[in-house]
């Protein structure tokens, strides 16, 4: 209290009036407070409906901040970085995970190089990591090469002198394997035949699958073993269609940039790409799911299923299921085994499931034949005992996977990349959008993207150079060969794009004229070489950058500015000419990140729903609470409260009710939030995996969302009194007379 | 002495649908300080309707109403709503206290409403008044908890706290029997005697009626002026000279 003289009242009045309007309010608090507990009922189901809704806004925008952090870790993490560089002369928008209609039609930086320099002149960014996302077909050897392939070690080791006694049994084994894989290309032959037309069927072939057969062939295969394997190689096993096909879904990239920006990497199997180094990593998931046996991988979905859901065999339709297609293909695993190893599998089921039956198939139907007693058991022998006599996986490190892709020009240009290693992303592991990921270099990507590198240029100068191939006009080109307009589709010539700077690309000008070159390298009788060659070439840092990236995930020293860095770009781009467009991880991320947006749409139409409905009760309950304080209200109106008194004293109670159970509700959507996070809510899809970027999400609670839910129910309880307020505020001094009879 | 309430040739008409219902036609009357005056008449005879055009709750549809010098119907809503509070206290049939508040909060609250007192002095003030009336034990007590009789005296308490220059009465012991009746009567004059505080109350109890200093006899909305048994009121002018005059 100012100890001022009463002479000097102007402060002092001044405060005195303050204090008198906080006593004002504080009557009016009390008032509102008595009110409220005078009619309890109502109080109740009002606030009731408050704290409901408070609960729901708490509970909903934690959750959905959480996933949106998680996905955003998972986004991030993965694959976006924090943003996303492509050109703006792209047809689509950029789509990581692919958009409606497969992979977007982005338009591709050509020089690669001068966009990491640009972006790497702003102070805000990183890293930068060059990228093209495709899907092609890959194939691995089938069951045929693969038999071949160990027969020719075997044969060579014999050749070699190799002293080791078990050699001519192994031979013998490995012989009787091929030949009975022979006899089963035939019979598939045969049953598709039967469905087809007889024409259809190509005799020469046949006449070879024949000759293969025929008991001569394998009686004198140690004649000259090297040619007889020559014939199956090259005559037999591409008949054996079956082999491996695969749909792998890549991101060419540099892999060591890849590596170190996106830090949750590791490599699980094998080895990272050497520095330079063409090579494809496998990802994990994919891996199991699509280069695993089948049988295999569904016994590990099962048991995954039966530990992880708690589901049970007798029970689950989809376990059930997986358990009758095992056995449905039992051919799969007995195709794998040779005589030898057929026989050590025979031996060792007969003793661990235990039985007396000797027949491979039939053991093998016990084997997969399962129930939630015996899984756990069935599951141990197979792992134990069968799987060390199979290729569980129809891709192996080190081996060669064989990608096709139709290029930007339209024609099917295929690569062989060596798989170098497996790897998986921390804390996505069980994720398909992450898992089935794998990484390439960019090397090949560009190869498969239908762009020349330099050195491949260079290859086919060399080659046209050995043929005495000149470079001609397609006019004279057309009367040199044949003095007559060719054909459509006929070779044309591949020249050097006009005004390409240097010898850093070239480009198949015309669809009408394609070449492919690899067919031509191959037909020169360089492939071998030519692949041989290309596998250990090692590239520089240079060759690795100046070049095509389709888009580029550009990494932040501080993610909270990307909306600027953003800017920045694009400005950036204006400057020096380049098509930058830049989107946040979430833009990138195509429907994936849309997801967030569409959730929270969701949740703001629920919310809206709720206190609509909230609204017209609340606000029914204050005009039954008004009317019946009529006289109430009329007394103090009589005795000299102004109507603006009387409308302060229901809002100040709707705001103590909005207040008070909008608190309550904030604090119980907090204490259920604290709850989950404790408990962690578990991802029972692979996409929810990916939403929680992990295998449960523990959301957590922001001061922002207890802040939101207050602010609402506050908005909410507010607005709901303005109806009976504005009825309280027309009740007359004179209903303080009206007479109770 | 001078007039606290003067009415000129005053008439209310109320609005039921399209009918006219003339509740008070061409009355003249003045209240001067210090009077103790009952408005008498069967129900529906204007009594209410005559408080509520003094008590500033009403204007009239003809004639003026004077109060404390102030034309009322040339006066804002906001301007009538704060001379009730200033001038007025009101005393109703049914009490009308504020049920959530206890007996010392329904008395302090015209005082909250002006605004101008200290807490000390609100205090003071109210706890003056409850003794006056008798209620000094009962300050934390809900109206619920209180008698007819105490309530009405915590009115009538109420009415006073913020020193009003007339006190308007609405049938204050019609809800109460007799004998309680009669000692809320006494207990307004002797506040009327020691506080010079003007009263105007309305009743139809003949027993009431004996306690005023004057009376008002209302038929059909018209002043009567047929005297009475009690002391004769004029027509013009109500106030009883016979009367003592209050003291301070």
């Known amino acids: 209290m100012s100890p001022a003289a009463p002479s000097a009242p102007g402060p002092d009045s001044r405060l005195a009036g303050l204090r008198r309007r906080a006593e004002l309010l504080l009557l009016l608090v009390r008032l509102a407070l008595r009110n409220l507990l005078a009619s309890r009922l109502k109080t109740l189901i009002v606030g009731g409906i408050i704290l409901f809704g408070a609960v729901i806004v708490v509970v909903g925008t934690a959750l959905l901040d959480s ?75 089938n069951v045929l090469d693969r038999a071949l392939e160990r027969l020719r070690d075997t044969v060579r080791r014999q050749q070699a002198g190799d ?3 078990e050699l001519p049994r192994r031979l013998a084994a490995e012989l009787a394997h091929v030949r009975r894989i022979v006899e089963l290309v035939q019979a598939d032959q045969q049953e598709t035949a039967a469905l087809q037309q007889e024409s259809t069927q190509d005799a020469a072939a046949q006449a070879d699958l024949a000759r293969a057969l025929a008991p001569a062939f394998w009686e004198g295969f140690h004649e000259d073993p090297l040619l007889a394997l020559e014939f199956l190689e090259n005559r037999i ?51 199991e799911d699509w280069c695993k046996l089948k049988t295999a991988r569904r016994l590990d979905r099962i048991r995954e299923k039966m530990q992880v859901n708690q589901q049970k065999l007798a029970q689950d339709e989809e376990l059930q299921r997986w358990a009758r297609e095992s056995l449905s293909q039992i051919g799969e695993i007995t195709k794998q085994l040779d005589p030898e190893e057929s026989r050590q599998a025979v031996a060792r089921l007969q003793q661990a499931l235990p039985s007396a039956t000797p027949e491979l198939p039939a053991l093998l139907r016990q084997l997969l034949t399962v129930t939630d007693d015996n899984f756990e ?5 197979f792992y134990e005992q069968l799987a060390p006599l199979l290729d569980l ?21 295929s690569v062989n990349v060596r798989v170098w290693g497996i790897f998986q992303f921390r804390g996505l592991e069980k994720s398909t959008f992450a898992g089935y990921l794998s990484v390439m270099d960019l090397m090949s990507f560009r190869d498969l993207y239908g762009y020349l590198t330099a050195d491949k240029a260079e290859e086919i100068r060399e080659l046209k150079a050995a043929a005495g191939a000149r470079p001609l006009a397609r006019d004279e080109a057309e009367a040199a060969l044949f003095g007559a307009p060719p054909a459509p589709g006929e070779p044309g010539t591949l020249s050097p794009e006009a005004g390409s700077p240097g010898p850093t690309l070239l480009v198949a000008t015309s669809a009408s004229s394609v070449i492919d070159e690899e067919q031509m390298l191959q037909a020169g009788g360089g492939g071998d070489r030519r ?14 950058e100046q070049g095509v990236a389709l888009n580029v995930a550009v990494f932040l020293k501080d993610p909270s500015r990307t909306a600027e860095t953003i800017q920045a770009i694009t400005e950036l781009g204006r400057a020096r000419g380049l098509p930058l467009r830049a989107v946040d991880w979430q833009q990138a991320a195509g429907m994936v990140g849309q997801f967030i947006t569409l959730s929270r749409l969701v949740l703001l139409i629920a919310v809206l729903i709720i206190f609509l409905i909230a609204l017209v009760i609340i606000n029914n309950a204050m005009v039954i609470a008004t009317l019946q304080r009529v006289q109430e209200i009329g007394t103090l109106r009589a005795i000299g409260a102004q109507r603006r008194l009387i409308l302060a004293m229901l809002f100040v109670e709707a705001t103590a009710v909005g207040l008070l159970f909008g608190l309550l509700g904030a604090l119980t959507g907090a204490g259920i939030i604290r709850l989950i996070g404790w408990i962690g809510i578990p991802a029972s899809t692979d996409v929810l995996y990916f939403f929680f970027s992990g295998p449960r999400l523990h959301p957590t609670l922001a001061a922002g969302n207890v802040v939101l839910a207050c602010g609402i129910v506050l908005v909410v309880s507010i607005l709901s009194s303005f109806y009976p307020a504005w009825l309280a505020m027309r009740i007359t001094p004179r209903a303080a007379m009206q007479r109770e009879e | 002495m001078d007039a606290i309430v003067e009415l000129e040739s005053v008439s209310k008409d109320y609005h039921l649908g399209k009918v006219v219902v003339p509740a008070v036609r061409d009355v003249s009357l003045t209240v001067r300080r210090g009077d103790f005056l009952a408005i008498a008449g069967p129900s529906g005879s204007g009594k209410t309707t005559l408080l509520n055009l003094i008590g500033c709750v009403d204007v009239p549809s003809a004639g003026t109403v004077r109060v404390a010098g102030q034309d009322t119907s040339r006066l804002s809503e906001r301007a009538l709503t704060d001379l009730r509070l200033h001038q007025i206290g009101f005393i109703f049939q049914s009490f009308n206290l504020v049920a959530v508040l206890d007996v010392f909060q329904n008395v302090e609250l015209p005082l909250l409403l002006q605004r101008g007192t200290r807490a000390r002095e609100r205090r003071t003030r109210v706890m003056d008044l409850l003794e006056k009336v008798g209620l000094q034990d009962h300050l934390r ?15 009538v308490a109420r009415a006073l706290v913020s020193r009003p220059k007339l006190v308007l ?11 309680t009746g009669g000692t809320i009567i006494d207990l307004m004059r002797e506040l009327n005697r020691n506080e010079g505080t003007t009263f105007l109350f309305s009743t139809h109890d003949a027993k009431v009626m004996t306690h005023a200093t004057g009376l008002v006899r209302l038929q059909d909305g018209r002043i009567d002026p047929e005297p009475g048994p009690l002391p004769p009121v004029t027509a013009a002018a109500a106030h009883l000279a016979a009367v003592a005059a209050p003291g301070a």
């Open chain 1, 67 to 141: 996933i949106d952090q998680s996905m955003r870790r998972s986004i991030v993490g993965s694959l976006a970085g924090d943003l996303q560089v492509y050109s703006s002369a792209s047809k689509d928008e950029l789509a990581l995970y692919g958009g409606m209609t497969g992979d977007p039609d982005l338009a591709p930086f050509p020089d690669y190089s001068q966009v990491k320099q640009a972006l790497q002149t702003l102070p805000n960014v990183r890293a930068v990591v060059p990228m093209g996302i495709a899907e092609a077909a890959a194939s691995a050897g």
């Open chain 1, 163 to 165: 002293p080791d006694p």
């Open chain 1, 237 to 287: 096993a591409p008949q054996a269609l079956e082999g491996t096909m695969l749909w792998v879904r890549y991101v060419g990239t540099d892999p060591e940039a890849f590596a170190t920006a996106f830090h949750r990497l590791e490599i699980i199997q094998g080895t990272a790409i050497p520095r330079g180094q063409r090579g494809i990593l496998l990802g994990n998931l994919y891996y």
């Open chain 1, 377 to 381: 058991k069935h599951y141990r022998i």
């Open chain 1, 393 to 413: 996986y129809s891709v192996r490190l080190g081996e060669s996977l064989t990608i096709k892709a139709f290029t930007r020009s339209g024609y099917l240009k």
């Open chain 1, 531 to 544: 692949q041989a060659r290309l596998a250990s070439r090692v590239y520089s840092p240079a060759e690795i």
């Open chain 2, 141 to 155: 007590h809900r109206p619920t908890e209180l008698s007819g009789g105490q309530r009405q005296r915590v009115a």
């Open chain 2, 169 to 179: 009465a609405d049938e204050p012991t019609a809800n109460l029997d007799s004998a």
